[in-house]
């Protein structure tokens, strides 16, 4: 009960927040934060099983540029374009999942498989740039001042809004598969599979299920990304480097625990910032470089991440001191 | 027609050619997964941090090619020791995938170690080699020159496996790692020695691709990802299939590239690469079960 309280109380001040403290550049961050913390957690839903994924760059990218290219060129607008957009991130991870889990592909060669479906996707962003305008990024067209068909809004604080309630809605799904059988059957599964088929898992359906749902909240994070910052790359939205980026942050926060990825994200975007502020132009790459070594420093030292390790501390601070 | 076939026959040998750097830089990673059983995601950016080695032995310090090749061997060689020895060392108890995303951490290092030392622009050797009309097809020295070496490398590193005595230790450990080490192999060591082999292998990548392309700190993303495909592809660990797939790949890429953009040639090589993964999961060549 104490938990469930401190949740409302801690919702209830994050809505309170932007209408007490209005300084536009310290929401941007934080829209910032939520709307990657929403992906990060997206990701960390099938990476908490094992089932550790370097496509979800391509699925963010799914997500932007479908939502975009039909608002474009066929005025969709986004309210419709997002649906159909996750649809087409869901087609496409039910296409090469399956497979995947129908021939046992994992580990090492399912990282590699998704690896390939990031590249392709970014490979294709590029080549089809009459469309797409490649590597330079593509803008969705504007319209005046705030418009909620096309769901663009000059105010900050309704973009905070929503990302706080996208962020929220991913925490929730995060908490129902934690609760759910689920979860049981995907951590049979990641110990060892053919026993949990054994005892009545059907392995490739839980599997796909769980990755469905990831891709499809990534592509919404991706949608929602190109719609805030009205400006999408392949470089920032999709590809390999992005789906690193998601993979690292999530492992730095901690994958196990449903703040995690929030954490990782607060720490990676807040350190990126410092050292842009801090330093300006010159900061150009140490960010990234702080950021590597946190990573190796954290596998070696912490595998469990932040809030993952600092958990386990609480709990029991003699058995785990040694992270 | 006639044209038509010229330019076929052109990009069928360019796909061979760049089938040859490929394959030496997937040959590297292979030996690295085929011994120690663990994928350095960071591998081309090793290769990066060689090319710049080269240009700035090159450019810099102004010492001829056949100088600063080795010596970029070298420098890479002892990067990929340090490699294994400060990350993947304590990590050779943890699970595959905390290995594969710790190198992982070492590819934004390395990416952005070079953003800070070197800037980003892109720099070259400016080295021009000429072009080699063969009737009206032109296959540039660079890549002819980069498919000798790799083909001499990869006979090396053959040689090397079968005939010595460290050779034949990798590759009895690369089959048995509990055994050996009972047999009186010392097992650090000979880890140690095939990263640094590894690293040795990017390293001379390194001093043939930068006679064709620029280096910049992300050119890394631009063959490793095919790299570790090609790998995949081939069954990881398995030399031979790592081979094939190499080739393969250039001439879907280089045959693609014909037909349409570049970029098309890629997004091919890679649906191939899926579609090949459901046909055969444990590589082109894996006995079928």
């Known amino acids: ?323 | 027609m006639e044209i038509f076939d010229i330019y076929l026959l052109e990009a069928l040998v360019n796909g061979i050619l760049l089938g040859g750097v490929l394959a030496l830089l997937a040959l590297g990673l292979n030996l690295i997964f085929g011994v120690i059983d663990v994928t350095w995601i960071c591998y081309a950016e090793l290769v990066m941090i060689g090319m710049y080695g080269m240009y700035y032995l090159f450019s810099v310090y102004h010492l001829p090619y056949w100088v600063a090749a080795p010596l970029c061997i070298l420098l890479v060689a002892a990067l990929g020791a340090a490699l294994h020895f400060l990350v993947i060392e304590p990590l050779l108890g943890a699970p595959p995938i905390n290995q594969l995303l710790a190198t992982g951490g070492v590819l934004f290092v390395l990416q952005s170690f070079a953003t800070v030392a070197f800037g980003i622009d892109f720099r070259n050797l400016g080295i021009r080699l000429p072009v080699l009309a063969l009737g009206e097809m032109h296959f540039s020295y660079a890549r002819l020159l980069a498919f000798g070496a790799a083909l001499v490398g990869m006979v090396a590193v053959y040689l090397f496996m079968t005939r010595t005595y460290t050779g034949t230790a990798i590759r009895a450990i690369a089959q048995d790692r509990q055994i050996m080490a009972l047999m009186g192999v010392d097992t650090k060591k000979i880890y140690l020695i095939t990263s640094a082999l590894g690293g040795g292998l990017a390293g001379l990548a390194a001093c043939l691709l930068v006679l064709q392309y620029d280096v910049h700190p992300f050119v890394g993303l631009s063959f490793g990802p095919i790299t570790f495909l090609i790998c995949v592809l081939g069954g990881l660990g398995n030399f031979v299939g790592g081979f094939v797939a190499a080739f393969l790949f250039a001439e879907i890429i280089s045959l693609g590239g014909l037909f349409s953009d570049l970029e098309w040639g890629y997004v091919l090589a890679f649906a191939f690469f899926i579609v090949m993964m459901f046909v055969r999961p444990a590589g082109l060549l894996a006995k079928r079960s």
Not at chain 1, 6 to 35: E, K, S
Not at chain 1, 103 to 122: D, E, N, P
Not at chain 1, 165 to 193: F, N, Q, T
Not at chain 1, 251 to 262: D, H, M, N
């Open chain 1, 1 to 323: 009960m104490n938990t469930r309280l401190a949740w409302a109380v801690g919702l209830t001040a994050l809505v309170a927040l932007p209408f007490a403290y209005r300084d536009p550049y310290h929401l941007h961050i934080m829209v910032l934060i939520l709307i990657w913390s929403f992906a990060y957690t997206s990701w960390s839903i099938m990476g908490r099983f094992g089932l550790v994924s370097l496509g979800h760059g391509g699925f963010m990218g799914v997500g932007a540029y479908v939502t975009t290219l039909l608002w474009n060129h066929l005025g969709v607008s986004p309210w419709i374009g997002i649906p159909v957009a996750m649809l087409c991130a869901g087609a496409l991870a039910l296409v090469v999942a399956y497979p995947c889990f129908r021939f046992r592909i994992t580990g090492h060669y399912f990282a590699l498989v998704t690896l390939a479906l990031s590249g392709i996707v970014l490979q294709i962003i590029i080549a089809t740039r009459d469309y797409t305008g490649g590597s330079l990024g593509y803008t969705p067209e504007r319209t005046k001042g705030s418009h909620i068909l096309a769901l663009q809004f000059d105010d900050k604080i309704v973009w905070y809004l929503i990302a706080l309630g996208v962020w929220a809605g991913g925490l929730a799904v995060w908490y129902w598969i934690d609760r759910s059988m689920s979860r049981y059957a995907m951590e049979a599964i990641s110990e060892d599979e053919d026993a949990a088929a054994a005892a009545g898992v059907n392995v490739t359906a839980e599997k796909l299920r769980i990755t469905v749902i990831s891709a499809v909240m990534t592509a919404l994070a991706g949608a929602l990304y190109g719609q805030y910052q009205m400006f999408i790359s392949p470089d920032t939205v999709s590809g390999i480097a992005v789906s690193l980026q998601m993979v690292f942050a999530a492992v730095v926060g901690g994958i196990y625990v449903a703040l995690g990825p929030t954490i990782g994200a607060i720490i990676t975007i807040m350190l990126a910032e410092v050292l842009r502020v801090g330093f300006g132009t010159k900061a150009v790459g140490w960010d990234n470089l702080v950021y590597g070594v946190l990573l190796v420093l954290f596998i070696i030292f912490l595998p469990k991440g932040i809030l993952g390790s600092l958990l386990a501390w609480v709990k029991s601070p003699r058995k785990h001191r040694d992270g």
